[in-house]
């Protein structure tokens, strides 16, 4: 991933300042960086929605098709991630070069949000065994500027919140043939409940203490983080450690503690934000990719 | 001004996608009239002086029609009368969507200058365009588009006249969408009620379409055909295999029996019997139906009864209905070849066109509603309303099908056009031409605007770039009077002994550049279709009859095919260009003959038909050893008097050893260029084939010269050929020409295909591997492809992508294989009406004759001074027919004592049958031999009432 040089000096001075509650760009250490989002970006997609967290950009697009459930689940749809790790972000990408990071995000994605206490993957099921809604989940980064998982979390969770999955009914005629109609109308849509749709929140180990939203500099001081997905109510769905360094337990404690903590405030604002977006309806001003 | 446009769509394949469209609105967009002072609009369409007179609107006006009275009243928004229309933009798309014929119509209105149509884009105008809301569907939303575009030209010409007179109509029959309009202060009229308010012009009233409300009106309440099925229903029906897709075929002869063939490939069965007006169920000839098929004991064996509907009145038929289905039933049981037999459940696609016949009056004197009797049988009768019954009877009309309720016997239609006097020359050429779909409108200003300018010369780029050969003793030989010469030839002595041959083709491709309207006309066209006295050209007449004509002492432009030939007749080499040529001469088939044979002549172009004529001999020898077949059939000229043009004689065409000069060199042609574009262009070239007949179809051909001790072998073209040769009778010189043209409507039809789409290229009756056509540019367009493929072979022109797409191609050839076809009929129609006007001016004629074919009922009778072919039968409804036994194995019919074998020379009397003036016939009756009761007396009295007909 993209990574800064930070030379001993500066590495000294950053982590004194991180033992003292205090970060280079001023915030505490649970504070997170200014945060952009705006939904239904791109028209061609189901659900959309770009954010920008510091300097990183996001990216999401879900798209509704029509598929086969997995035959251990037959009720229920599932979803689909994958992450391109555009060459705008960072040279580094160009060519094959954020293949491997984007295999690993989508891994952890899929973990994270695929699952039925995330989303009600039911509501994706359209005939039992035979048809459901899979929605493809495409990630694009931007530009990296560390914190990526935070960021794409609640972009995906954004996104959810803006799909809309056109609606049909199934008819079936006298010999049990079953065929998919679609309504006429394109108003006439079906919403995803995404309040239990969790958030990542990753938390760096730097020193003896640990910070939220960690920016590149940070990133480089840190050698072990630990990403925690963790609901509006607070629930932890998902833990795991990332970085080459080990954590002690009592510490994995408390850092668990912190990320609940934080997940919880983190959920509130979103929801709110986003739902104060969508009543200003289609006359609202949008923003795009050039504001 | 951008904005999208979404929708989401079902794909084939069942999945679910959204489809996202930008949108551009401007404000450049001209409201096209001449009052507008605002709008920058170069060329107003609108007239200012809108003026037409009407009890509704005293006030000029420009009319909005929406989408349902374009669809359905297209025939009289054609109407001349009718001007100043805005089209808007959402009734045109929805119109593309629902109609492609009515489509094409409103568009040629719109171009038509005189009509002063104008196309308003109001989905892409700033003011106009609306976007769909919330629970609105989407003709909701389009009739919401029209009713705000015609609200914001109401607006816009009020500022523009300062409130002047000048307003706009808006015509709907939608009564919702009235009110709505009326709502917004719109003008709102429905169609009927603005038609009828019209001034002084009755007659468009009956051009109306019968909108649904009116159609219950008229009929009775009785139910008289099951319901069709929604198109949902049938197309799960199809998939499930419950019902069948095809195309109906109305019987010919029996109105209560059709045929419907089935597309699918891999069918059980291609071919579904319907019998009976239930099951038949308002499908009309041609239309796309879906059928259900009944269990095996339910089939019936086709009818062989002859039954046209000539109920004289309408409603009170039903009765009558029930007893000749019951006959039918009780005929169709005693055969035991039973047919897969079902019934329509619903209709998927209507082909209904309007349709070419003529009024049968109804007997009450004040109706307005009447039957009209359409020419072609298949076509059922149909109910129309007008009020000017008197003056139409006695007239061709043509008339549009409307719609087909469930409880009227008939289709109800409207009045489209009077064709002219029934029975009058021109109207029956036109009756022929619409009836076979020949477009013979006269060609387009668009069209047009290609043609080269005259005067017309070579200019330097040609002469530097083409063979000049204009030196060359080049000459054409062609029929008497033909205008449009496509093909000269030329022949010299090299120095080294050989000779050099070269057949010339006018240049067409030159002039006819790919894509633009006049190769689009032309190969629309696809033929030029000759009719006895009238020719209906492919391309304009200043191309046909004069720039590409290959006339004598011009310089002209061709494409030419020269060999080098030994005095054997053996190519050397092969050589294509292109070239000037100047012919010599434009001679006769006659006048080049009257040379060869004259001795004293000896000048260059004599000396050249010689050589011609002498290597075309060795060809054609070599052909036929090949297996070539020379076939037969009669073929007539008409001697047309100059001044009425009427026929006022007959004769079989003459064949003159030019003439098979001629065609012996145009094949060689031919088959050097189809191996040519092959090689160059294996998935793309045009070639020509004609299949091998199927061996059951020389049943016939083989079991009449085995009533007459001979043999026929079909094994190979080559055998055939050798048989008909040998097969010959003493006394008896016409029994060869008679199994040759037997052996003729043995065969299959020659088709265009392209290379890429086929792996058969066999051409049976000249018995070559390959064959295309590419000597007859001026008529046929295949030769124009072929032109263009072979100057792309030989880097003479470039070449564009429609010519190497093998699909595009193929679509092409059908399209071609169609009007060739369709050409041929209507070209048989024309003899036979110009047979008809003969036989009018001669009177009853006794003629010999031979007979032909030998039916269960009747014989038919090939009249060779003439080339006319009859039907005698010896069944009547009138008088009780007589003893008849048919056998099919000779096959022979016994009509009391007399047996009646093939080629049996008969006597009949040949007189014209005018008591239907809609189809009057050839009438034939016999004279010898002598069969009392059946046979009639010499003299030229009035024969019984038979009823022969003729059978093309």
């Known amino acids: ?291 | 001004m951008l904005k999208s446009k979404t929708f989401v769509k079902k794909t084939r394949s069942g999945g679910v996608l959204k489809i996202v469209r930008e949108h551009y609105l401007r404000d450049d967009i001209w409201c096209g009239s001449e009052v507008c002072k605002e709008c920058k609009d170069e060329a107003p369409v609108l007239q200012e002086d809108a003026c037409i007179e009407s009890n509704l609107c005293s006030y000029p006006h420009y009319l909005i029609p929406d989408t349902n009275v374009v669809l359905h009243q297209i025939d009289i928004l054609e109407d001349p009368l009718i001007r100043n229309i805005i089209i808007l933009q959402t009734v045109l798309q929805e119109v593309r969507h629902r109609s492609a014929t009515v489509y094409k119509r409103i568009k040629d209105a719109i171009h038509d200058k005189e009509k002063h149509f104008y196309t308003f884009t109001n989905e892409h105008h700033r003011e106009t365009f609306i976007e769909r809301e919330q629970g609105e569907s989407a003709n909701d939303r389009n009739d919401r588009a029209i009713r705000v575009a015609a609200k914001w030209y109401a607006d816009h010409l009020a500022k523009a006249t300062d409130n002047g007179p000048l307003k706009v109509v808006l015509l709907t029959n939608d009564r919702a969408n009235k009110e709505k309009a009326e709502h917004h202060g719109l003008i709102v009229y429905r169609c009927e009620e603005y038609i009828k308010s019209l001034i002084g012009n009755p007659e468009l009233v009956d051009r109306l379409a019968l909108t649904p409300d009116d159609q219950n009106e008229i009929t009775g309440s009785k139910l008289l055909f099951p319901e069709h099925l929604p198109l949902s229903r049938i197309q799960t029906g199809i998939k499930n295999g419950m019902f069948l897709q095809g195309t109906f075929h109305a019987n010919r002869d029996n109105y209560l029996e059709g045929t419907v063939f089935i597309h699918r490939e891999g069918a059980v069965t291609n071919e579904v019997l319907l019998q009976g007006f239930q099951n038949l169920n308002r499908a009309v000839h041609q239309d796309v139906v879906a059928v259900e098929l009944f269990p095996k004991e339910r089939w019936v064996a086709p009818s062989s009864v002859v039954l046209q509907d000539d109920n004289p009145d309408d409603e009170d038929a039903e009765e009558d209905e029930t007893e000749t289905e019951n006959k039918l039933k009780s005929v169709a049981s005693e055969s035991s070849a039973l047919k897969p037999t079902g019934r329509v459940v619903g209709i998927i696609k209507r082909n209904w066109r309007p349709f070419c016949g003529m009024l049968s009056q109804s007997q009450i004197k004040e109706a307005t509603r009447h039957l009209f009797t359409p020419a072609d049988r298949r076509i059922p009768r149909i109910r129309i309303e007008t009020r000017q019954a008197a003056t139409l009877v006695g007239q061709r009309i043509m008339v549009a099908i409307d719609g087909w309720p469930k409880n009227s016997r008939y289709p109800n239609g409207h009045f489209v056009k009077n064709l002219g006097t029934a029975g009058d020359k021109e109207t029956e050429t036109e009756v022929l031409l619409l009836e076979h779909d020949v477009p013979h409108q006269p060609f387009s200003q668009a069209v047009l605007s290609f043609l080269p300018k005259m005067p017309w010369s070579i200019s330097e780029e040609e002469l530097k770039v083409r063979a000049d050969l204009r030196h060359l003793f080049v000459c054409s030989v062609d029929p008497p009077g033909c205008t449009d010469i496509d093909d000269a030839l030329h022949c010299r002595e090299l120095e080294n002994g050989n000779l050099e041959v070269g057949v010339h083709i006018a240049d067409v491709s030159h002039f006819i550049r790919p894509g633009n309207a006049l190769d689009q006309e032309a190969a629309s066209r696809g033929t030029t279709v000759y009719l006895c006295g009238k020719r209906i050209d492919m391309v304009p007449e200043l191309l046909s009859s004069n720039l590409c004509s290959l006339r004598s002492n011009v310089e002209r432009l061709a494409f030419s095919c020269i060999w080098e030939m030994n005095n054997n007749a053996e190519i050397i080499k092969t050589h294509f260009t292109k070239s000037i040529i100047n012919s010599k001469a434009s001679l006769t088939y006659a006048e080049a003959q009257m040379r060869i044979d004259d001795t004293t002549m000896n000048d260059d172009i004599t000396k050249s038909l010689r050589g011609l004529n002498k290597l075309a001999k060795i060809l054609k020898g070599r052909r036929i050893d090949k297996g070539a077949l020379t076939l037969s059939s009669p073929e007539v000229r008409f001697h047309i008097d100059s001044e009425t043009h009427d026929p006022i004689d007959l004769q079989t065409k003459e064949l003159m050893e030019t003439n098979s000069m001629v065609e012996e060199f145009m094949l060689l042609a031919n088959i050097s260029v189809a191996q040519k574009i092959y090689d160059e262009f294996s998935e793309c070239a045009l070639l020509r084939k004609h299949p091998s007949p199927p061996p059951s179809n020389y049943d016939i051909l083989i079991k009449a010269a085995k009533s007459r001790d001979l043999e026929i072998h079909t094994d190979s073209a080559k055998a055939l050929a050798d048989s008909l040769n040998n097969a010959a009778i003493e006394r008896f010189p016409y029994f060869n020409t008679l199994l040759r043209i037997l052996a003729t409507r043995c065969m299959m039809q020659a088709v265009y295909f392209c290379s890429g789409m086929d792996n058969d290229f066999h051409h049976y009756g000249l018995a070559s591997p390959i064959y295309t056509h590419f000597t007859s540019p001026i008529r046929r367009y295949s030769d124009i492809i072929v032109h263009r493929l072979l100057a792309v072979a030989m880097n003479a022109d470039s070449t564009y992508p429609d010519l190497m797409d093998k699909h595009k191609q193929s679509a092409l050839c059908s399209n071609l294989n169609y009007r060739h076809k369709m050409a041929q009929y209507a070209q048989r129609a024309s003899v036979a009406f110009h047979t008809q006007l003969f036989f009018k001016n001669r009177g009853i004629i006794n003629e010999e004759g031979f007979i032909l074919f030998v039916r269960k009922n009747a014989i038919i009778i090939l009249i060779p001074k003439f080339g006319l072919e009859g039907t005698v039968f010896f069944e009547n409804k009138d008088k009780p027919s007589p003893h008849l036994t048919f056998d099919t194995e000779g096959p022979t019919l016994k009509v009391e004592e007399h047996t009646f074998h093939m080629f049996d020379k008969v006597k009949v009397t040949i007189s014209l049958d005018a008591s239907n003036i809609q189809h009057q016939r050839i009438r034939m009756a016999l004279i010898e031999p002598v069969i009392p009761g059946v046979s009639v007396p010499v003299p030229e009295s009035e024969p019984e009432a038979k009823k022969p007909k003729l059978d093309r």
């Not at chain 1, 001075?13 to 960086?33: A, P």
């Not at chain 1, 300097?55 to 994958?82: M, N, Q, R, S, W």
């Not at chain 1, 640990?210 to 629930?235: F, N, P, R, W, Y």
């Open chain 1, 1 to 291: 991933m993209a990574a800064v040089q930070v030379s001993e000096a500066e590495k000294v001075y950053l982590m004194h300042g991180v033992r003292d509650g205090l970060r280079l760009d001023g915030r505490r250490c649970e504070d997170y960086r200014h945060m952009e989002i705006e939904t239904d970006v791109v028209s061609n997609t189901d659900g959309s929605a770009k954010i920008s967290l510091g300097h990183t950009d996001v990216l999401v697009g879900v798209k509704a098709e029509i598929g086969k459930p997995k035959p251990t689940v037959p009720d229920e749809g599932y979803l689909e991630f994958f992450v391109d790790c555009s060459a705008n972000a960072t040279p580094e990408f160009e060519g094959r070069g954020g293949e491997e990071l984007g295999v690993e995000l989508s891994n952890i994605l899929y973990k994270v949000f695929n699952n039925r206490h995330s989303v009600d993957l039911r509501s994706l099921c359209i005939c039992p065994g035979e048809n459901c809604w899979v929605l493809y989940v495409d990630v694009l980064l931007l530009q990296c500027d560390g914190n990526l998982f935070d960021a794409i979390s609640i972009a995906i969770k954004a996104a959810l919140f803006n799909t809309r999955i056109p609606k049909v009914h199934i008819s079936e005629d006298e010999e049990g043939g079953k065929e998919i109609e679609l309504s006429d109308d394109p108003y006439d849509c079906m919403r995803l409940n995404v309040e239990n749709v969790p958030c990542i929140v990753t938390l760096c180990k730097i020193g003896h203490r640990h910070v939220v939203d960690a920016t590149l500099q940070e990133k480089a001081c840190s050698v072990a983080s630990l990403l925690i997905s963790v609901t509006h109510k607070g629930m932890v769905t998902c833990v795991r450690k990332m970085g080459r360094g080990s954590l002690d337990p009592e510490s994995i404690f408390e850092m668990t503690e912190a990320g609940k903590r934080v997940g919880k405030t983190l959920h509130a604002p979103l929801m709110e934000l986003l739902q104060k977006e969508e009543s200003l309806g289609k006359k609202r001003q949008k923003v795009g990719f050039l504001g």
